[in-house]
C-alpha cells in the first residue's frame, strides 16, 4: 500500500477546453525545430552546420559548461538554419524532416545488466540527458553530481493537464525500464509520485519504487510539492526531477536502442475547437493541427506546455521539449471591459471571494493581467495556494533583495518557478513571480557554483 | 461606453512618451484604468489571471465602510438637532449629517489624492489604490467639528511621511489614517478631545440653525466614565447629550456622540461581515483583537479600583474605537503581521493594549489608535520570530542529515 499525503492548500482553476480523451493521430512537419532556451542552465555549443545531415540521435549542440551533455536531434533530415537573436543567442536549430525517420544505434541494453556508470553515459551519448531536471536551480541535471534522490511525478494537475495515465498508454514496458536505469543513478531512492485517479497499472504497480499518493488540487502534481512533503532538499544536497512520460521516453532508449521523443500531446484550450491527444516529435511545428481548429475572429494566444507555466509560441511555432500539452486560450488585447472593479459579471473568475460565484462550473479566460502591478499589498494570498513548508511571499522578497542568506533560509534550494505559478495566478498585485524566482535562482546559481 | 473608449484611444498619444502631455501619463492611466480594465497582456510567467486586482479589493473595503459612513452621518444629525431642541425628521438629521461630513471626505480625498497622482507621476508609476480607502477613513476617525484646514494639513503630512517616503501604498510601516489622526490628535489637542468636538452645534450651510439647550454636554460616554468622580461601575450612568440615559442599544445602533465611523458597532459589524465573507479582511485579527481585549477587561475587573476598572467588557466593545480599529484599522495588511500566526499575537496583543491605555491613562479616554500604532511598529518583529521558527526547522534539518 502506497503511503497517502493529502495536499490541501492549492486550486484547481476550472477552465474550459480539458482534452478529449481520444488519440486523434501523428503529426509531422517539414521542418522541426528544437530551441536551446527550453533547456534552462544550458549555454549552447553547436555541433552541426547548416546542410549537414543528421538523423533522429545525432546531437545538434552541447552544453559549454558540461560538454558531456549533448541534445540529439528528435527527427532525421538536413540542417537548413541556425536562427540567432540577440547577442548571437540561438533561437533555434531548424531540421528539414526525412519522411522516413531514421535512427542512430544505440543498441538495445537490458539495464539490469548495466552499472550505474554505464547506464548514465547511455543516456548522455543519446542526447536526451536534458529529460533530466535537477533541484535545486531547477535546470538540467549537472550528471556529475549524485543526487541524493530522484523525483518522479507520475500526474499533472495543471490547469487542463493532460492525462498520464492516457499518455503512458502502451509505454508501460518503456516506463518500467526507465525507473530501472533511474534507480542505478542514485544511491538514495527513486520516488514515484501517483493521483488517487491514476489507473494506469504500470504506474500504480510499479518497482523498482518508492509510490507515494498525493490527492488534493493543483499544485499536488507538481514535482517540488512532492519533494517537500516527501523529503525536503537541505542546503548542499542535489535531488534530480522528471515526470513519469520522459522516464517512458528514457526507458525507450534501452529497449529499443533508439532515441525517439515523440511524445502524446494534449490539445487543450477553450478556443480549441475539437481537443484530444496527438503524437508529435518534439520541435514539430504546430500549424497544421491549429489550422481550422481554433476560434477565429479574435486574436489568440498559442500555449506550448500548459496556462501557467507554459511557453507563449507562434501560431507556427513548435512543440516545446518538455511539454505534453498544447493550450489555446484568447489573447485578450481586443476586449474592453468597462468598469471591471465594479463587475458583477459571471465570465470573470477569481480564487477568493470578491466576485460572485454563479453556480458556474467552467471559465473561458484570456491572457489579461486584469490589473496593474502594484507592491505585494493583500498578505495570506500566496499560501492559500503553495502547500509546501515554506513562506512564499517572504522567499519572494528576499529574492527581490538578493539577500543570500535569507534566500538560503528561506528555502530557495527547494523551489523552482513552477511552483510559484499559482501564486502568479491570483497575485492581486500582478507581478511576475515565476520570472523572480527564475532570476534569483540564475544568480544564485552564479553565485554559488 | 464605446464613444468613450473611442475618446479615450484619441487622446491617448498625447501621454504616451513624446507627446505634449506625457508628464500627465499617470493621471491619465489612473483615469483610463478606473474606466476600462486593462488589456495588457501577460508577458512573462501565468498566461492566465484572477480576476481579484488591487481595484477590486479597495472597493470592497469602501463598501464595507459605507454602513458604517451612513449610520455616523445620521448620528451627526440626530446628535446636533438633539443639542439645539429641536424634532426633525429621518431625513432631516441624515441630511444635515451628510452635509456635515462630505466636506471632510472631498478635503482629505482632493488632498489625498492630489499627493498620490503627483508622486506617482515623478516617479513614473501607475496610482496606488490605497488612499480610496484611507481617504474615506480619515474623515469617519476624526471628530465631526475637526475645521477642514487640520483635515488637510494632517493628511497631506500623513500621505507624504507616512506613505510616499517609505516608497508607497504597500511599503508604509504605520496605518496613514491613523497617522493622521494622531498628528490632528497630538498637535490640536484642543480640537481633538474633551467635550465640545464630538457633537456639531454650529449650523450647515445654514442649516439647522439654533442655539444649544440648557443641561447640554457633549462629552462621549467614554470621556464621562474617563471623568467620574463615582468610585464604582454600579454608581455610575452613562448620559447622552441632554442629560439623558445611554441605554446599552444607544450603543450598539450608534446614537452616542463619537467620531462618525465608529458610533454605530451593529454597522460595524455590518462591514465586518462583508470583510470576512469577501476575504479581504482577516477574521483572525479581528477575532484576536477581541480576544485580547476580553482577557484584558477580565484582569481589569478583577483587580477593579475605580469605575472604569469596574466596567464590564461589552461596554468596552461598544464604546469608542474598538470595534472600528478591530475590524478596519487592525486588519489593514500593509502595517499589519503578515503572517497567519503573527496575526493571532497582533491582534491580541491590540486589543490588550488597547484596553490597557484606556482604563490606565488619565488623560486620554481612548486607546484604540494608539494601541494599533504601537503594533504596527511590532509587526515586523512578530512575523521576524514566526518565520524564525520555520528557518530554525530547516536549519536543523540540514544539520541533521549532514
Redesign the interface.
Known amino acids: 500500500m502506497a503511503n497517502r499525503i493529502k495536499i490541501k492548500k492549492g486550486l484547481q482553476?476550472p477552465?474550459l477546453g480539458e482534452a478529449e480523451g481520444t488519440l486523434r493521430g501523428k503529426v509531422t512537419s517539414e521542418y522541426v525545430r528544437i530551441c536551446p532556451e527550453d533547456f534552462h542552465g544550458v549555454t549552447p555549443k553547436l555541433t552541426v552546420k547548416v546542410d549537414d545531415t543528421v538523423k533522429a540521435g545525432t546531437s545538434l549542440f552541447y552544453d559549454k559548461n558540461y560538454p558531456e551533455i549533448s541534445f540529439a536531434s528528435p527527427v532525421s533530415g538536413i540542417v537548413t538554419a541556425i536562427e540567432r537573436g540577440e547577442k548571437r543567442r540561438i533561437l533555434y536549430v531548424e531540421v528539414k524532416a526525412d519522411s522516413a525517420v531514421q535512427y542512430e544505434d544505440f543498441g538495445k541494453k537490458t539495464v539490469a545488466s548495466l552499472s550505474g556508470e554505464e547506464v548514465k553515459k547511455s543516456i548522455l551519448d543519446a542526447g536526451i540527458w536534458f529529460l533530466i531536471k535537477q533541484r535545486p536551480y531547477d535546470v538540467v541535471a549537472v550528471p556529475g553530481k549524485e543526487p541524493r534522490d530522484i523525483f518522479v511525478t507520475g500526474f499533472d494537475t495543471a490547469?487542463l493537464a493532460p492525462s498520464f495515465d492516457f499518455i503512458l498508454n502502451g509505454r508501460e514496458a518503456d516506463l518500467q525500464t526507465g525507473f530501472d536505469a533511474l534507480a542505478k543513478l542514485t544511491p538514495g531512492k527513486v520516488y514515484l509520485s501517483v493521483s488517487p485517479k491514476t489507473t494506469n497499472k504500470a504506474l500504480r504497480e510499479a518497482g523498482n519504487v518508492v509510490i507515494t499518493e498525493f490527492g488534493g488540487p493543483h499544485p499536488a502534481g507538481n514535482v517540488g510539492v512532492q519533494i517537500n512533503h516527501i523529503k525536503?532538499i537541505?542546503?548542499?544536497?542535489t535531488v534530480w526531477t522528471l515526470s513519469a512520460p520522459d522516464v517512458a521516453l528514457i526507458g525507450r532508449l534501452f529497449n529499443e536502442g533508439i532515441v525517439d521523443l515523440t511524445r502524446t500531446v494534449a490539445l487543450t484550450g477553450s478556443e480549441v475547437k475539437q481537443t484530444g491527444y496527438y503524437q508529435m516529435s518534439v520541435g514539430t511545428q504546430l500549424n497544421s493541427i491549429f489550422k481550422d481548429n481554433v476560434t477565429e475572429g479574435i486574436s489568440l494566444?498559442y500555449?506550448s506546455g500548459n496556462?501557467?507555466?507554459?511557453t507563449?509560441i507562434d501560431a507556427d511555432g513548435v512543440l516545446r521539449a518538455y511539454d505534453a500539452q498544447l493550450?489555446v486560450?484568447p489573447?485578450?488585447?481586443?476586449?474592453?471591459?468597462?468598469?471591471?472593479?465594479?463587475?458583477l459579471s459571471p465570465k470573470?473568475?477569481?480564487?477568493?471571494?470578491?466576485?460572485p460565484t454563479y453556480n458556474k462550473k467552467k471559465y473561458r479566460?484570456?491572457?489579461?493581467?486584469?490589473?496593474?502591478?502594484?507592491?505585494?499589498?493583500?498578505?495570506?494570498e500566496y499560501?492559500k495556494v503553495f502547500p509546501m513548508?515554506?513562506?512564499p511571499?517572504?522567499l519572494i522578497k528576499s529574492i527581490i533583495a538578493f539577500n543570500i542568506d535569507k534566500m538560503e533560509?528561506?528555502?530557495i534550494y527547494e523551489v523552482a518557478?513552477e511552483d510559484f505559478?499559482l501564486c502568479?495566478?491570483?497575485?492581486?498585485?500582478?507581478l511576475?513571480?515565476?520570472?523572480i524566482v527564475r532570476v534569483g535562482l540564475d544568480l544564485l546559481r552564479k553565485e554559488m557554483e | 461606453m464605446k464613444a468613450l473608449r473611442k475618446y479615450l484611444d484619441k487622446i491617448k498619444p498625447n501621454f504616451e512618451e513624446g507627446g505634449k502631455l506625457h508628464w500627465l501619463y499617470s493621471t491619465y492611466d489612473a483615469f483610463e484604468t478606473f474606466l476600462f480594465v486593462p488589456n495588457t497582456t501577460s508577458k512573462s510567467g501565468v498566461h492566465i489571471h484572477d480576476a481579484r486586482d488591487s481595484k477590486r479589493t479597495m472597493i470592497i473595503v469602501i463598501l464595507a465602510l459605507i454602513p458604517a459612513l451612513l449610520v455616523g452621518m445620521y448620528n451627526v444629525g440626530l446628535q446636533h438637532y438633539m443639542a439645539i431642541g429641536q424634532e426633525v425628521t429621518f431625513l432631516t438629521r441624515f441630511f444635515y449629517g451628510f452635509l456635515a461630513v462630505l466636506p471632510q471626505i472631498v478635503v482629505s480625498y482632493v488632498v489625498g489624492l492630489g499627493i498620490e497622482f503627483a508622486m506617482a507621476q515623478m516617479k513614473k508609476e501607475e496610482v496606488a489604490e490605497g488612499f480610496l480607502v484611507t481617504g474615506i477613513l480619515i474623515p469617519m476617525i476624526v471628530p465631526v467639528d475637526t475645521p477642514l484646514w487640520m483635515i488637510a494639513v494632517a493628511t497631506a503630512f500623513a500621505v507624504i511621511f507616512a506613505k510616499e517616503v517609505f516608497g508607497g501604498t504597500g511599503y508604509n510601516i504605520f496605518n496613514v489614517a491613523l497617522i493622521t489622526r494622531a498628528f490632528l490628535f497630538f498637535s490640536y489637542p484642543s480640537k481633538m478631545s474633551g467635550d465640545q468636538v464630538w457633537v456639531r452645534t454650529a449650523d450647515t450651510f445654514g442649516m439647522g440653525k439654533g442655539a444649544v439647550i440648557d443641561g447640554y454636554s457633549g462629552a462621549t460616554p467614554l470621556g464621562q466614565i474617563a471623568t467620574t468622580e463615582a468610585g464604582n461601575f454600579s454608581d455610575f450612568a452613562f448620559n447622552g447629550i441632554t442629560g439623558q440615559p445611554l441605554s446599552l442599544s444607544d450603543m450598539f445602533f450608534g446614537f452616542i456622540p463619537g467620531s462618525i465611523g465608529e458610533v454605530s458597532t451593529l454597522a460595524i459589524l455590518l462591514g465586518a461581515v462583508i470583510l470576512i465573507a469577501s476575504g479581504v479582511g482577516s477574521w483572525k485579527t479581528m477575532l484576536s483583537v477581541f480576544i485580547g481585549g476580553l482577557v484584558a477587561v477580565l484582569l481589569v475587573n478583577s483587580f477593579a479600583q475605580n469605575a472604569i476598572m469596574e466596567m464590564p467588557v461589552y461596554y468596552h466593545f461598544l464604546l469608542g474605537g474598538f470595534a472600528f480599529g478591530a475590524i478596519f484599522m487592525a486588519t489593514d495588511p500593509v502595517t499589519s503581521a503578515r503572517t497567519e500566526r503573527g496575526k493571532w499575537i497582533y491582534g491580541f496583543l491590540i486589543g490588550l493594549l488597547a484596553i490597557t491605555i484606556r482604563v490606565f491613562n488619565p488623560g486620554y479616554p481612548e486607546g484604540m489608535m494608539l494601541a494599533i500604532l504601537f503594533m504596527n511598529a511590532f509587526a515586523p518583529l512578530i512575523d521576524f520570530y514566526v518565520i524564525d521558527a520555520n528557518i530554525k526547522r530547516r536549519m536543523k534539518r540540514a544539520t541533521v542529515t549532514k
Open positions: 482553476i477552465l490547469p525536503p537541505n542546503r548542499g544536497e494566444r500555449i496556462p501557467l507555466t507554459g507563449k493550450t486560450i489573447e485578450g488585447d481586443d476586449v474592453h471591459e468597462a468598469f471591471g472593479w465594479a463587475s470573470r473568475y477569481s480564487a477568493g471571494c470578491t466576485y479566460l484570456d491572457a489579461r493581467l486584469l490589473g496593474g502591478p502594484r507592491a505585494i499589498i493583500v498578505s495570506n499560501d513548508d515554506i513562506y511571499e517572504q533560509q528561506l528555502g518557478p505559478a502568479e495566478f491570483v497575485d492581486t498585485s500582478k511576475e513571480l515565476q520570472r
